[in-house]
């Protein structure tokens, strides 16, 4: 009776414990959350005045026990809050709200309103908190999601505008309307059928008659690229008896990735010196083909007769992918590498880690991706890191969760080196290292449990004993490596050395390891008994601002001895001294012509350091251009509530990427972050690329940050079609609109040249990314709209796409009727522009 009694006592308490768990989860998924931004530059400071409202549906909320959980960019300034509501900082951009002492609940279906101040400004979507759930004091390991929140649209320009001096105001139909005026339609047949644009280019008038029974004959040389080639056909063509038309991969000497095409009415010749050489030929066929040959197997495809003479620019033509933040399937990966390809891309820079996640296994450390790669709510983050990024409080969220298993990132290396893409893998660190410092303080528990204490901090990152205390750019006060530690190095030798095995593995070249340098706070380190035991044993360091080039000096020593050269972010060319009692930065030369390669980034218009790119490469570091100005693929197309990405470095469309000139931005940089037009002097005491200076230039490199990045069609809109302006700059020769001396020429040809690249997306390139690896949810332009003398008169960016419009107040769909002249005022006209597959942009109104 005894055991019967327990066993009917547990079933009690098991029961009232779903029965709590079941109405602390219909609390949850009843609240609605309403937030608005009221005023930015409030009370004349960079801070932003916003309100949260939440509302009760049928269960209150009650006036003590519970926490609300949220991630947030910019963090609230103490004391601002209205509502008897308290404000907590957990970590980087996790905050939560809970019950202040007067706090008398929320009824039923009522409803409490929070005014508080934020830091900085808040203008789009993506500035606004994120991630709600609702945790109770009383059972602390859970977090309830809320499924309910409204965003009140910014349409008031004090809502908007980030300060008085801000001149980039809300994009509006008739603003793009004039940002495409410049843009003329180009026939079909007038456009270079090849892309990025060729050094030379002529039709000669004949058709080649693409089949199924096409023969591939190919130099031994070349048979990868011939296989290839067979397959990809095979999904294009239906299966056909074999004819007497050939195409063929011949060995013909000329630079390693240079290509010469031929198209006849009998023969496709592709010639190269090289595996590569040949590849890019073959993805300039591709190109010629219509894009509709990806719909659907065809029995034969006309392919325009060409005599081309081919090869890139810039040897490095790179783009950059955060999976850390938010984390993108090995599925996304294949087809991101397909159509970098495609476009004669040949270098992923593979951002694998981060604060937020550590997204590749390391079999010798599988704490790594075992605690490191998993984000969801925890009570002391043993086991996963807490959620970031609106990510959640469950591990089922596929942004927050997940990384590439050993298998996985073979099969991505296999893919890309197939495809002649190399893969430069990131290990971030000092800074941005927080996954990686929380998975090895939990494989440092594990063993101190077993009471191993050696093992234990055989790869321990932090001094446990060190009491600095800093903040980093995202709010984190724990994610910088001890770099004083030796464990620190034996991390970093394992890491390389696992990395190694899988690149072997896979046949797939290793040349580079980025090991990060981004943004390590000021006040690391300078407590740490590591360092002071270091500064006994080592003459070169004497305090803490001395660890980075000490740092950096020992991990470029050992990929060295692994045969590898050092990849790393601009501030690794920089390190810190005391002259006159305050710190400065100067260049660091014990790295100087050491092979290391800098991806610059910050050319921030209006902070100072606009000509950083070009001062690295006259001292000698060679430098990879990917400058937020133009190539930083987060930044938000425009400035719309709406329109999602970041906007700290300016707003970037595909023009951005397109009109860099790599050699010389001054030429055509007019604005500032702000909107502001820059005095004619602007760049007058920059310096200026050296010849020494220009053949350090390495190359170009877009890059997708992934803040605001969390799934593949989001990460496929960002990127696309602005990858195809920085793969056209970085193959295509020097335009001769970036060297014309006279302004006024300059600017005419420069129009024409966007002309025609407006064109061949539209009308070639886009339509071909709704089919090609599956099909893209590349960015669709919204038309702009003029009112005009009694008319409204619409157009598109880009040529080729279909604009539909309405007049009856209703959104427009692929059966409305399609703009071919202007209309006459008076009436709400609506108007979209559509895809070759249906897709739609935003739509346009004017009434």
């Known amino acids: 009776m005894k055991h019967l009694s327990r066993l009917l006592l ?343 880690t981060d604060d937020e996640g550590w997204r590749l296994q390391i079999p010798a450390l599988p704490e790594l991706t075992a605690v490191g790669s998993r984000r969801a709510h925890s009570i002391n983050e043993s086991k996963n890191l807490h959620p970031a990024l609106g990510s959640g409080p469950f591990l089922t969220n596929t942004a927050g969760t997940g990384h590439y298993s050993k298998a996985d990132f073979i099969e991505i290396l296999k893919y890309a080196t197939q495809r002649h893409v190399a893969i430069i893998p990131e290990i971030e660190s000092p800074g941005h290292a927080r996954a990686a410092i929380k998975a090895m303080d939990a494989r440092y528990a594990y063993y101190i449990k077993l009471n191993q204490p050696a093992k234990a901090g055989e790869y321990l990152l932090r001094d446990l004993q060190d009491s600095s205390k800093y903040t980093s750019v995202q709010y984190y006060d724990d994610n910088v490596i001890n770099v004083a530690l030796p464990s620190a190095y034996k991390f970093m030798e394992t890491v390389t050395t696992e990395i190694e095995k899988m690149y072997a593995e896979a046949g797939a070249p290793l040349r580079s390891i980025h090991f990060g340098g981004d943004e390590v706070p000021a006040g690391v380190w300078e407590k740490s008994p590591a360092l002071m035991s270091l500064m006994k044993t080592d003459t070169t360091v004497k305090n803490a601002d001395d660890l980075w080039p000490y740092y950096y000096g020992k991990i470029n020593h050992m990929l060295q001895a692994h045969h590898l050269y050092l990849t790393a972010w601009e501030e690794v060319s920089s390190r810190k001294v005391t002259q006159n009692g305050k710190k400065t930065s100067i260049i660091n030369n014990d790295l100087l012509g050491k092979d290391v390669h800098l991806e610059v980034w910050n050319n921030v218009i209006g902070w100072g350091a606009e000509d950083l790119p070009y001062h690295l490469a006259n001292q000698g570091y060679k430098v990879i251009l990917s400058p937020v100005s133009n190539l930083y693929f987060d930044m938000a197309y425009y400035k719309a509530f709406d329109e999602a990405g970041y906007y700290w470095g300016g707003y970037a469309d595909v023009d951005k990427a397109f009109n860099f000139i790599p050699n010389d931005y001054y030429k055509n940089t007019t604005k500032g972050r702000l909107g502001e037009t820059l005095p004619p002097s602007f760049f007058a005491n920059k310096e200026r690329l050296t010849p020494s200076g220009t053949n350090n230039i390495v190359g170009l490199q877009g890059a997708l940050w992934a803040e605001t990045v969390n799934s593949p069609q989001r990460m496929e809109y960002m990127l696309l079609p602005k990858l195809l302006g920085l793969a056209e700059r970085a193959w295509a020769k020097n335009p001769e609109w970036a060297t014309v001396p006279d302004s006024t020429r300059s600017k005419q040809l420069y129009n024409e040249a966007w002309s025609r690249f407006a064109n061949i997306l539209g009308k070639r390139e886009l339509p071909r990314l709704s089919y090609y690896a599956g099909g893209f949810n590349y960015r669709i332009p919204m038309p702009g709209v003029m009112v005009k003398d009694g008319q409204v008169s619409i157009n598109t960016q880009f040529p080729g796409l279909t604009i539909r419009y309405t007049t009856n107040g209703k959104t427009p769909t692929v059966n409305s009727p399609a703009y071919t002249q202007p209309l006459k005022a008076g009436i709400t006209v609506k108007a979209a522009a559509f895809d070759a597959i249906g897709r739609s942009s935003k739509v346009a109104v004017v009434q």
């Open 10 to 352: 547990f079933m009690v308490l098991l029961s009232d414990v779903a029965f709590a768990q079941k109405k602390a989860t219909d609390l949850a998924s009843t609240l609605n959350l309403k937030w608005e931004t009221l005023e930015n530059y409030y009370q004349n400071k960079t801070q932003t005045h916003a309100a949260l409202t939440i509302s009760t549906g049928s269960l209150p909320l009650p006036a003590k026990g519970w926490r609300l959980y949220y991630n947030s960019t910019q963090p609230m300034i103490p004391g601002t809050l209205t509502g008897d509501i308290d404000y907590t900082h957990v970590n980087g951009d996790l905050y939560y709200l809970s019950p202040g002492a007067n706090f008398k609940g929320i009824k039923a279906h009522s409803s409490l309103r929070i005014e508080m101040v934020r830091m900085y400004w808040l203008s789009s979507v993506s500035d606004t908190p994120q991630g709600f759930y609702l945790v109770w004091d009383n059972a602390p390991a859970i977090g309830h999601p809320l499924a309910k929140s409204y965003l009140v649209p910014s349409t008031q320009p004090k809502q908007y505008m980030r300060q008085p001096t801000d001149q980039v105001t809300m994009t509006t139909p008739q603003m793009v309307y004039n940002w495409n005026q410049n843009i003329t339609n180009v026939p079909a047949d007038n456009l270079t059928r090849v892309f990025p644009t060729p050094e030379s280019y002529q039709t000669t008038g004949m058709t080649f008659n693409l089949t199924g029974g096409v023969k591939v004959i190919a130099d031994p040389a070349f048979s990868a690229e011939a296989a290839l080639l067979k397959s990809e056909l095979a999904k294009l063509l239906t299966p056909a008896s074999t004819s007497t038309d050939q195409i063929k991969l011949v060995s013909k000497p000329m630079e390693a990735e240079a290509y010469e095409l031929k198209v006849d009415a009998q023969n496709i010749t592709i010639s190269a010196s090289s595996g590569v050489g040949i590849f890019y030929g073959i993805q300039s066929l591709k190109t010629l083909l219509p894009a509709s040959a990806w719909n659907h197997p065809q029995k034969n495809i006309p392919v325009t007769g060409v005599t081309v003479a081919d090869k890139p620019r810039f040897g490095y033509r790179a783009f950059m992918l955060d999976v850390a933040r938010n984390f993108q399937p090995k599925s996304e990966i294949l087809k991101l590498l397909d159509v970098m390809s495609l476009y004669k891309l040949n270098v992923l820079h593979f951002h694998l």
